[in-house]
């Protein structure tokens, strides 16, 4: 059973950063895909970004070009460095794992005041 904590979160004016973190209990080597979801008041969870076991990335089109994941194996950690934020930006933001199941953190709140 791997455990992911999230951190990082809090609030910040339009136009500033973040950098989130995620720390799993276990290697995240034994993950094919780590990735970042949010979920905002009134609206589905959605994916924000994603990176495989070969250090593969993928994101949204709503954060290419502001946001960016990255990965400390030795560190059993996964980050969201976030950029040019919006208050469209504004979610709880969780921390996913997979590999023959999925595991989740229990999120991290981002709050963006414009």
């Known amino acids: 059973q791997v455990q992911l904590v999230e951190s990082g979160g809090g609030l910040v004016q339009a136009g500033g950063s973040l950098r989130l973190s995620c720390v799993a209990s276990g290697s995240i080597f034994s993950m094919n895909v780590m990735g970042w979801y949010r979920q905002a008041p009134g609206k589905q969870r959605e994916l924000v970004a994603v990176?495989?076991?070969?250090?593969?990335?993928n994101y949204a089109d709503s954060v290419k070009g502001r946001f960016a994941i990255s990965r400390d194996v030795a560190k059993n950690t996964v980050y969201l460095q976030m950029n040019s934020l919006k208050a469209e930006d504004t979610a709880v933001y969780y921390c996913?794992?997979?590999?023959?199941?999925?595991?989740w953190g229990k999120g991290t709140l981002v709050t963006v005041s414009s």
């Open positions: 990176i495989s076991r070969a250090g593969i990335t």
């Open positions: 996913k794992g997979r590999n023959s199941v999925d595991y």
